[in-house]
Structures are given as C-alpha cells and as structure tokens.
C-alpha cells in the first residue's frame, strides 16, 4: 500500500473514530453532552423544534451515520459534505475556544479530503 493510501485510510479511520466516539455519547448521555457542548442559543434553537434530548440523539445518529459512511466508504463525497455541515455547525455553536479550533482544523482535513476523492 502506498503512503499516499495509507494517509488517505489513517484520515479517514481518525475522522470516523472521532465522529462515532461524539455520536455514540450523544445517543448514550444526551443530557450531558447536551449540558457539555450545547450553547444556550442552540439550545434555546433546539428546544424550538424539538426537546433538547431527542435533538442530541438525532445529531448523535447523524454522526454515527457519517462515521460509518466514512469508514467504510459509503457515498464518501456526499458523506465528508455532511461532516463538513456538522462542523461548521459545530464550530458555530461552540464559539471561539480551543476546541472550536481543532474542528477548524478537522473542517480544512475534511475539505481537503473531499477535493481528493473522485
């Protein structure tokens, strides 16, 4: 397997680890990654729509979802878009800090990735 490989499986088993690691802990504690990473205005946001829990699960079966897709290789493209959307989301939501910018960093790997993939 050739190193340009290689990266491209590393990148991808990170991501996917890293997205199937939050959405399974927001399927599984909804209430405390909510009181963990959720900003009041996203709250207020999601409590609009739907209860703060069963707003957290469904974005934690979309993450589980992307994780696999990405794992796997399953409609790769169109899976690395809807990470991208999740991160800005992300990012977004978490304001200006520390973590907000490794996602920043996660946002430009994903970019990357998705102009790699034909």
Request: charged content about 15%; cysteine-free; overall charge neutral.
């Amino acid at each position: 397997m050739s190193l340009r490989k290689t990266g491209k499986l590393a990148f991808r088993i990170g991501l996917a680890g890293l997205f199937g690691y939050f959405g399974t802990m927001a399927i599984l504690e909804p209430a405390n990654q909510a009181a963990t990473w959720l900003s009041p205005q996203f709250e207020e946001l999601m409590s609009s729509m739907v209860s703060v829990e069963v707003g957290v699960r469904l974005f934690g079966i979309a993450q589980v979802a992307v994780a696999a897709a990405i794992l796997f290789k399953l409609l790769l493209r169109w899976a690395l878009l809807l990470a991208a959307i999740m991160l800005v989301g992300i990012i977004a939501n978490l304001g200006f800090n520390e973590t907000a910018l490794r996602d920043l960093v996660l946002l430009t790997g994903v970019f990357y990735f998705y102009t790699q993939e034909s």
